[in-house]
């Protein structure tokens, strides 16, 4: 075992975490080539329906594209409601983590669960100014509050994760 830490998640760790993804989603080039998907086929559509081409053709895209931006600052602000539901839905949340970083991966133990990852099994990582991310792919992440972290931890962890790319 190369170092040990404890911790209870706080809200404030769950929110961090919550707008940490938001963003990064946000900034995928695949989620607004989607997005942009969307919106050619809807003009499209209106094209082919109506038989015309005009501005009021590029209405229903312009209209999508607010709705996802409203949505995207919307969440980032329902954020510390949404991690103060998940803690108060979620048992593991509420108890003490103690996570093991060990040579092979990260070990993280509750009184209701034992979970062990292999550093090969994490895809990326970020990091904000309250956690560390891990992710195992695109929508499962684990990840630590910095104060549960020493900035040796931090330097072992991310030194195992040189072959995973930030996000």
């Known amino acids: 075992m190369l170092a040990t830490t404890t911790f209870h998640v706080t809200s404030a760790d769950v929110t961090a975490t919550y707008r940490s993804y938001v ?3 946000a900034t995928k080039l695949s989620t607004w ?8 086929l809807i003009t ?3 094209i082919i329906w109506t038989g015309t081409y005009g501005h009021l053709t590029l209405v229903p895209g312009a209209a999508i594209f607010v709705w996802v931006l409203i949505y995207y600052v919307g969440l980032y602000f329902a954020m ?15 108890q003490e983590w103690r996570v093991n970083i060990t040579e092979n991966g990260l070990r993280a133990v509750t009184q209701t669960q034992d979970l062990f990852v292999s550093w090969t099994d994490f895809v990326g990582w970020s990091q904000n100014s309250q956690t560390l991310i891990i992710y195992q792919n695109d929508r499962l992440m684990r990840y630590m509050p910095l104060r549960a972290l020493t900035p040796e931890m931090l330097t072992i962890i991310t030194s195992k994760l ?4 930030r996000r």
């Not at 080539?33 to 050619?40: E, G, H, M, Q, S």
């Open 33 to 40: 080539f989607l997005i942009a998907a969307v919106i050619a």
């Open 23 to 25: 963003f990064w989603s």
């Open 80 to 94: 510390p409601l949404l991690a103060r539901r998940s803690i108060a839905k979620q048992k593991n949340l509420k």
């Open 44 to 46: 499209l559509g209106d």
């Open 162 to 165: 040189h072959s995973v790319p």
